[in-house]
Each structure stands twice: as C-alpha cells, then as structure tokens.
C-alpha cells in the first residue's frame, strides 16, 4: 500500500539554526500538507500546500516558517532560526483531493535543545 | 473558533465489548469526518471517513453523523487489547478556498483482556 515517507525520523538541532524536514508524499496524490504535535497535546495544522503554493496556513506558520516542492516527489518543510517551543512531532499528510481523507507520515521527531 | 472536541478518558471497556467515543465540533460549515487512531509515538492512522448524516460501517467500526446536532461518533464493536489507543476526531472546516484539518485532543480507549 502506498504510503507517506518522512525522513529524518528525528533531528537534533542547537537553537537558533535552521532545519529541513523532508516528505515524500503518496505519488498520485496533489495535495499536501503539514502538521505539528507538540508532546501531549493535539496534531495541529501548519500548512496545505497545492498546485505548487500555499492554499492554507494556520497562526501557527508564521515568517519562521517555509514549505517547498523542489521536484516532483519531495515536499519539505523549513524552519529558520529554531526555537526551544518549535521541539514537537512533525507530521507530513498527502490527500488527493481537497476534502479528501489525508494519510499521514510516521512523522519526524524535532529536538531543539 | 473552529473546534473540535472530545472526551479525554480514558475510556476502558473490556474485551469483546462496545466502545462509544463521542465529539463535537463547533462550526456549521464543515463537509468531511474523520476518525484517527494514534498509538503511543506513532503517527495518526486513518480509520473512517464519513460525509454525509447517518451511519457508515467499516468491519468493526461504525461512523455516525448528525450535523444538525454537529455530532460524531465511532463504535467499536467486539473491542480487542489492540484497540488500546488514543481516537482523535478530526473535521475538515471549509475556509475561503479551501478546507483545513481541525483535530480534537483525543480520547484515549483501555481494552482489558
């Protein structure tokens, strides 16, 4: 069965530094998108990205933030200058379409220490 | 606010029993319904989609919705320890072009041998 790829599967990084989440999202799948579980707490939506932009983001996904389709298979997530409340699980999600169920990613873990 | 919400639990029924897990959500305009199953760590899992009022059955799950009363619900029927997890309701609010993923907190199931 086809499924959502996320690498790394956790990612250390010092404060302040800038780091790229990687997804690849289920092949014949448009839509795309990115979410955010901070331990013990809810998934919450960061970002849906389709047709080569951003077509919603949340509060949330702030200038901080930046998502990129740099091929047709990768969808990345960039955070700059991280800080220690960016530490969370960060779930990638593909759909095929807009109210469509959406799959979801094993997901990376971010440590900021 | 757009929100979606659920009894935190835990919920523990014993083998071979119902499970009822409830949720609500706030806003009217809102097209599609998900359940999610999250295991400890783990990424959400897709387990039902429904769309339109009244009950979908999947094997041992049913979905039910009520817009009117904007009520969801899942049954899990002959529950088994595997069960064990945390359900998160999600619903797909329709923004200005396009619609964003609202999850509830969850609510954790115990399935006792």
């Known amino acids: 069965e086809p499924e959502v790829t996320q690498t790394p599967s956790h990612q250390v990084t010092q404060m302040g530094q800038e780091v790229i989440l990687r997804c690849v999202p289920i092949s014949n799948h448009l839509y795309f998108y990115w979410y955010r579980q901070i331990l013990g707490q809810k998934v919450e939506f960061l970002v849906s990205?389709?047709?080569?932009?951003?077509?919603?983001k949340s509060e949330i996904f702030d200038d901080q933030f930046s998502v990129e389709r740099p091929d047709g298979s990768n969808f990345t997530l960039k955070i700059r200058s991280t800080k220690l409340e960016d530490s969370a699980m960060y779930f990638c999600a593909s759909s095929d379409g807009d109210n469509q169920p959406q799959h979801f990613g094993d997901g990376t873990r971010l440590s900021i220490l | 606010q757009k929100e979606v919400e659920q009894n935190s639990g835990p919920l523990s029924v014993p083998e071979g029993a119902i499970a009822s897990l409830n949720c609500t959500y706030s806003d009217r305009v809102s097209q599609s319904f998900f359940w999610y199953r999250q295991y400890s760590g783990k990424s959400p899992e897709l387990i039902m989609s429904?769309?339109?009022?009244g009950d979908k059955e999947d094997g041992r799950f049913t979905a039910q919705l009520n817009k009117a009363s904007q009520y969801v619900s899942l049954l899990i029927r002959d529950s088994q320890p595997s069960d064990s997890a945390t359900y998160l309701c999600?619903?797909?609010?329709?923004?200005?072009?396009?619609?964003?993923?609202?999850f509830g907190k969850g609510t954790m199931l115990l399935v006792s041998p």
């Open positions: 990205f389709y047709n080569n932009e951003i077509s919603e």
């Open positions: 429904i769309y339109s009022n």
């Open positions: 999600a619903v797909n609010f329709l923004n200005s072009g396009y619609s964003t993923l609202t």
